[in-house]
């Protein structure tokens, strides 16, 4: 039961161009989303979040959007650079059990030169 | 401030043994979590840890076990090992009251064979 969706295993883009990556859920009870960078052979990194009762967040050149009625967020990156290739996880926590996250299975973002 | 540390970070292990993996989050930060990624299955929350007690917890068998002592740092167990254990274990930490962002360590690899 993947309650965290990524539906694109890969997303290739051009430099200086917009990256959007999309993630979808299907538990109501999540209210706080976040996006996460991962290198190989290194952990994940915390990028960005959102709370339920936000619809934005901006943080320099990443923004995600959150749209409650179709249980779906995305981020975005602009302009896109050669260091953002990596994957990218969506995780979402509901308020019990705040620090368990649950996450997607990741999209592959290169940025092509 | 010095990150999230992971030791070992890879280890082969027989079928039926048992293994310690040990973290060691920021300092401050009191949650302590532990998630399995494997390729089939992604990033799987398996316990959390805050003051001392397991928080939360996921859907592992009870093979799985962790503990946390006073100065935040935590271990995590698996005993009687079998070959689908063979995955990348990351710890992460928190500080209290930021729900869901979450630190990475760079994981511990297990293989077993």
């Known amino acids: 039961d993947q309650q965290v969706k990524q539906n694109s295993p890969s997303l290739s883009v051009q430099e200086g161009r917009i990256s959007i990556l999309n993630c979808d859920y299907t538990?109501?009870?999540?209210?706080?989303f976040l996006w996460y960078k991962k290198y190989p052979a290194e952990g994940p990194t915390f990028l960005i979040s959102?709370?339920?009762?936000?619809d934005k967040n901006e943080d320099g050149r990443f923004t995600v959007f959150l749209n409650k009625s179709a249980k779906h967020l995305s981020l975005h990156i602009v302009p896109s650079q050669p260091g953002d290739s990596a994957v990218y996880f969506c995780a979402a926590s509901a308020v019990q059990g705040a620090q368990k996250l649950v996450f997607g299975q990741g999209t592959r973002l290169t940025i092509n030169p | 401030k010095a990150g999230v540390t992971q030791t070992p970070r890879y280890l082969i292990k027989t079928r039926g043994q048992q293994v310690t993996l040990s973290c060691s989050p920021i300092s401050g930060h009191r949650s302590v979590s532990w998630y399995q990624q494997t390729p089939g299955q992604g990033l799987q929350f398996l316990f959390e840890?805050?003051?001392?007690?397991?928080?939360n917890k996921g859907n592992f068998p009870g093979r799985f076990s962790g503990r946390q002592f006073s100065n935040s740092r935590s271990e995590m167990n698996v005993s009687t090992l079998e070959l689908g254990d063979s995955a990348l274990y990351l710890c992460?930490?928190?500080?209290?009251?930021?729900?869901?962002?979450?630190?990475f360590g760079p994981g511990t690899r297990l293989t077993v064979t």
């Open positions: 840890y805050f003051s001392e007690t397991q928080r």
């Open positions: 992460a930490s928190s500080r209290a009251g930021r729900a869901g962002e979450q630190y």
């Open positions: 959102i709370s339920s009762i936000k």
């Open positions: 538990n109501s009870m999540f209210d706080y």
